[in-house]
């Protein structure tokens, strides 16, 4: 770790969902209304704790729940446990390749299973048969087995 870093989870999480937005320094400081000084010294991981208000600004300005951000500064959150992504950040070393491996495969399941970007991939919600197809299905009565 590096002289003075004191959360570099946090830091390599707002970093990659910048770059992964394709927003610059001036991009976020200008939608955030925080100075991108502060940007740059949060993604090098230079805030330990960053205060409550500047994470909700920030979980605004990247579209991410504030409770990943929440859960990466040490705070907790009890109306939710933080993302998938977050938690694996904060629980284990993964280099920002697998961070972004891993949120190009929940968007891809997002957009695959129809998950609404307000509701976690894991563990999934389940839904209600709206297909006419599954709704025949379930409306039939099974059928019978034969004797082999």
Do not use: C
């Not at 993604?43 to 409550?52: C, K, M, Q, R, S």
């Not at 025949?136 to 009565?141: A, G, Q, T």
């Amino acid at each position: 770790m590096s002289k003075g870093v004191k959360n570099p989870s946090l830091g390599e999480f707002v970093k990659a969902r910048r770059l992964a937005l394709n927003l610059s320094y001036q991009d976020v400081a200008v939608a955030s209304g925080l100075h991108h000084s502060y940007w740059n010294k949060l993604e090098a991981g230079l805030y330990d704790a960053p205060a409550p208000k500047h994470l909700m600004t920030i979980a605004r300005t990247l579209d991410v729940p504030f409770e990943d951000l929440y859960s990466l500064a040490g705070y907790e959150s009890p109306e939710r446990l933080p993302g998938f992504t977050p938690y694996l950040r904060a629980k284990y070393e993964l280099p920002p390749e697998a961070i972004a491996d891993l949120e190009r495969y929940f968007e891809l399941l997002r957009r695959y299973y129809g998950i609404p970007k307000d509701q976690p991939v894991f563990p999934p919600i389940k839904k209600q048969a709206t297909s006419t197809k599954t709704a025949r299905l379930k409306s039939e009565p099974p059928k019978a087995r034969r004797a082999v």
